[in-house]
């Protein structure tokens, strides 16, 4: 692939700054796709891990978690944890497309809108979008979303899950 077509499949949507004042707004809004997937494959995998303790089960799910969106652990025991259990995590960031194929248009929206966060931060993290990319978790060809858009189906995903409230349009009183 060239470098061209590279940065047109996972590069940030736009090069126009963000205002200050959105960028706080669209981290929590990822956070909340990362409390969704957290809690998603917690189910999801808890038959598979049963050999686990407690702990050591909500270390391996936050290590998924950690590992996609790009943000190691940095608690000493997360991280040992991680280096030893790296195996087990490759092999479910191998099988997460299959495992939560209804969160990978929202886990697509979540990276590539950190990716502009950090961007305007002056972080590169488009290796996480590559990364995400040859999992099959990054949906290339669902359009980007602008950031109101990605934060409405956020919250409508959070409620969805139980981590927020629905908005619910008022209706007009008739007087």
């Not at 191998?94 to 972080?123: F, I, K, S, W, Y």
């Amino acid at each position: 692939m060239n470098t061209s077509e590279e940065k047109e499949t996972v590069s940030p949507p736009n090069e126009e700054q963000l205002d200050s004042k959105v960028i706080p707004v669209m981290r929590e809004a990822v956070a909340t796709v990362q409390m969704i997937l957290y809690g998603t494959l917690k189910k999801k995998l808890a038959d598979r891990y049963i050999q686990l303790d407690k702990i050591e089960y909500n270390r391996l799910i936050g290590c998924i978690v950690n590992d996609i969106f790009g943000t190691p652990a940095q608690d000493h025991e997360s991280v040992q944890f991680a280096r030893e259990h790296l195996d087990t995590i490759e092999i479910e960031l191998r099988e997460l497309a299959e495992n939560v194929p209804d969160l990978l248009p929202v886990l697509t929206d979540a990276m590539r809108m950190q990716t502009l966060c950090d961007h305007e931060e002056g972080v590169n993290s488009i290796p996480t979008l590559l990364r995400a990319r040859a999992l099959n978790i990054l949906q290339e060809d669902r359009p980007i979303p602008l950031p109101s858009t990605f934060m409405i189906l956020v919250r409508q995903q959070g409620a969805k899950y139980g981590l927020l409230t629905s908005m619910q349009a008022k209706e007009a009183s008739s007087e």
